[in-house]
């Protein structure tokens, strides 16, 4: 038998280059007795099957699916995780300064072990909710009047818009263009 060469690197630099690495891999499997985890190696890396994880025997599917490695893994880091944030939470609650104080302070309460502001909003009565809708309303009708007056001066300070759009407005700066003006436009053949 071959002796056992340190690794296996070392034994196939040996045998590959003389009789082949089929040879070479056929040598250390007989001197080192592992052909089984050799194969395994080769189906791995030819792209063999993939290991599949069990499922839930039949007799307890009544309890769901079973829980995978990975799933395991994901579950315990998640917990560990909301552990450690409570542990600083804790930490920070037993080192607060009793001391301490803001202006906030005065304005909100605890509930239950869970902080509220008290700044809600004012409670208005009945009464009082009418008297604000009906202001409400006069400031639009007010806000409403105003554009409308808007509207209007806007108007009269333009020239009148007659009901028929169809004439042409002349402008002229004397009275002797006047005349000339309107003698062209009588003597313009009417439109069809």
């Known amino acids: 038998m071959l002796p056992v060469y340190g690794t296996v690197k070392g034994f196939a630099k040996l ?32 792209g063999g099957r993939a290991h599949k994880e069990r499922s839930q025997p039949g007799h307890r599917a009544r309890y769901g699916l079973l829980e995978k490695h990975k799933d395991y893994v994901l579950r315990a880091k998640d917990f560990h995780k909301k552990e450690q944030h409570i542990r600083k939470l804790k930490e920070k609650a037993a080192s607060r300064n009793p001391d301490e104080f803001y202006f906030k302070m005065v304005h909100s309460k605890t509930v239950n072990g869970i902080h509220r502001d008290e700044s809600g909003g004012k409670v208005y009565t009945q009464e009082e909710l009418k008297l604000l809708r009906t202001q409400d309303v006069g400031h639009l009708i007010s806000r409403a009047q105003s554009e409308l007056k808007k509207v209007e001066r806007l108007r009269s300070s333009h020239l009148p818009i007659t009901a028929n759009d169809n004439k042409h407005v ?23």
């Open 170 to 192: 002349y402008y002229v700066e004397d009275g002797d263009e006047v005349e000339g003006v309107r003698e062209r436009a009588e003597n313009r053949p009417a439109e069809p």
């Open 15 to 46: 045998f590959a280059g003389r009789w082949g690495f089929h040879f070479a891999l056929e040598k250390l499997v007989c001197s080192t007795g592992t052909m089984s985890s050799i194969r395994k190696a080769s189906k791995a890396a030819a």
